[in-house]
């Protein structure tokens, strides 16, 4: 990858000149399956600039329980757009009914109601699939009230290998789409909002407006074409090494995890009064692991590229040591 962006034939992107930064908007689209994609620095960044287009100020949006656009995004749609979010569903998932549920009457004193966003896969629901069903049906509803659709696919890839659906498949129900190039792929930074031609070309507008505009940015996008040729299908490895660390861990006394949860990169680490989260990572950082607290009592642990299989074991040894070291059993 570092060879590839070395390499790279760059340009004056604000102008339209680069031609790393054209030929990755265009496989962007092209895998997605829509007419045109936008380079940005990150996922906060292409989430944000579709919930500007979809939206106005005072309009709310729907999202699913700890959705990333809430969590993560330091408030942007409010301080950004104007918008406010209203939560549908549980965990992370949440179905049509669901949807329809938090939908605002057409009333003066109602906010309206403007744009569904879906993650998939979530975040802070463990790395789970968002399933394409529901997706589907979110989106056939959500048109037929008048509403736009965003997804939300930091880790779409992630999605598309667990359920051997194509990136295009499970975009496909979207009117605008993120991804993220600098997640399980592997490159140093970038995110592509993919939607149709005219909506990337506002887009392009407010990317500039909000500090967007990037020069000789194909020394970036040749990092994320080399991640879209090469590390795609060794997520796998990911999954796989996110369940046998989901596994091990499970069988420290104190700590509980939801294996049938663990569908992609992501473990969810749930710890036993009266251990804390911030206390376990604590422990577990002086010990020479890194994981963070998602909660007051649940660990998040993420599994890509640089993770390899010997290292879950070793992770697991460490955390529950440091978890043993709390509870005062070692």
Same mark, same amino acid.
């Given at each position: 990858m570092r060879e590839a962006i070395l390499r790279a034939e760059v340009g004056d992107d604000v102008f339209g000149e680069d031609p790393t930064v054209r030929a990755l908007e265009a496989e962007a689209a092209r895998t997605t399956g829509k007419e045109a994609a936008l380079f940005v620095t990150s996922g906060t960044m292409s989430?944000?600039?579709?919930?500007?287009?979809?939206?106005?100020?005072?309009?709310?949006?729907?999202?699913?329980?700890?959705?990333?656009?809430?969590?993560? &995004?330091?408030?942007?749609?409010?301080?950004?757009?104007?918008?406010?979010?209203?939560?549908?569903?549980?965990?992370?998932?949440?179905?049509?009914?669901?949807? &329809?549920?938090?939908?605002?009457?057409?009333?003066?004193?109602?906010?309206?109601?403007?744009?569904?966003?879906? &993650?998939?896969?979530?975040?802070?629901?463990?790395?789970?699939?968002?399933?394409?069903?529901?997706?589907?049906?979110?989106? &056939?509803?959500?048109?037929?009230?008048?509403?736009?659709?965003?997804?939300?696919?930091?880790?779409?890839?992630?999605?598309?290998?667990?359920?051997?659906?194509?990136?295009a498949e499970l975009a496909a129900p979207f009117d605008t789409v993120s991804v993220c190039f600098s997640k399980g792929l592997g490159a140093p930074v970038g995110s592509a909002l993919c939607a149709p031609r005219a909506w990337i070309e506002r887009a392009r507008t407010l990317r500039k407006r909000w500090g967007g505009g990037m020069r000789q940015a194909g020394i970036l996008a040749a990092g994320a074409l080399y991640a879209l040729a090469h590390h795609t299908e060794r997520l796998r490895e990911d999954h796989a090494n996110a369940r046998r660390f989901a596994e091990g861990i499970a069988k420290t006394p104190g700590v509980s995890v939801d294996l049938a949860g663990v569908q992609t990169n992501i473990v969810n680490v749930d710890l036993a009064a009266p251990l804390t989260a911030e206390a376990v990572a604590a422990a577990a950082r002086r010990r020479g692991l890194a994981i963070n607290a998602s909660g007051p009592r649940r660990l998040r642990a993420v599994m890509h590229l640089d993770v390899h299989h010997d290292d879950v074991d070793r992770a697991v040894a460490l955390l529950s040591g440091a978890v043993a070291e709390l509870r005062g059993t070692r």
């Open positions: 989430n944000q600039l579709a919930i500007a287009l979809h939206t106005r100020p005072g309009d709310e949006v729907i999202v699913g329980d700890g959705a990333h656009v809430v969590f993560y &995004e330091s408030g942007a749609g409010a301080a950004l757009s104007g918008v406010q979010f209203a939560i549908a569903g549980a965990g992370g998932l949440f179905d049509a009914d669901a949807m &329809e549920e938090r939908i605002h009457p057409t009333a003066h004193w109602s906010p309206r109601t403007s744009l569904v966003c879906v &993650e998939n896969t979530h975040n802070r629901a463990g790395g789970r699939v968002f399933p394409q069903a529901d997706a589907v049906a979110i989106a &056939e509803r959500a048109r037929a009230r008048g509403l736009g659709v965003h997804l939300d696919g930091a880790r779409l890839w992630n999605a598309s290998v667990a359920t051997g659906l194509s990136v």
